[in-house]
């Protein structure tokens, strides 16, 4: 993780670069919605905020193992065990998918509003999808990059499986926007939690293998 940590302090025009992305989406939201006088329906609102954290965390993720360089990888497989390289890009990019979706989100709710009655919800909602997309995107993207055409492996490998992920984050944050309490969205943030000990748990277990290849 300090190794991730530092390349990311050195490389920050690739920070830089995500920041913009949340940003100019927004405003584009904004000039679509806001500016023309339409009040946006916060069904709306909900789906174009967690689109926007999807595309988001597709772009910060899948440079984890794409950027790296075979030989920076050989030199990685004498240093340390396969599951610390995992775990460690796993909760690097769950802290950076963190602090792009609480930046986002705060951004969003300034220029769209912020229609969320349920705060705590909402929140503990965005930590177990940063949490569970970073989990799920580190594994693909540790799968696209032993193939030839990595990004468009990560797309076709990665979209399909955060759909139910995604399905559940939507109901739990129409249930925060809703002000329903926490016992409504129990078994969806049970569920969610599940999701991401096992894709946890699958990492950890079946990198290995991707590794010695």
Known sequence: MQKDFRLEWRQ??????MLLYVGSTVFVCYLSFALRGGELPVPAWNALFWIILLFTAVNAVAKGF?????????????LVQPQAVIMAKILYNALLLLGLALAGF?????V???????????????????????????????????????????AVLGFPLMVPMLLLLIKVSKNALDGLEFD???SSLLTLVALNLIVGAVSYLLFPFLWRS
Not at 12 to 17: N, P, T, V
Not at 66 to 78: A, M, P
């Open 184 to 186: 409504a969205s129990r």
């Open 112 to 154: 769209l509003g912020n229609p969320v009655q349920n705060m705590p919800l909402f929140l503990a909602n965005v930590v177990l999808g940063a949490m569970g997309f970073a989990s799920t995107l580190t594994l693909v993207s540790g799968i696209a990059a032993k193939a030839t055409n990595s990004s468009t492996l990560m």
């Open 66 to 78: 794409l950027q790296e360089s075979r030989g920076r990888l050989l030199y990685y497989y004498t």
């Open 12 to 17: 920050r025009a690739a920070l830089s670069g």
């Open 106 to 110: 705060g951004l969003y709710a300034v």
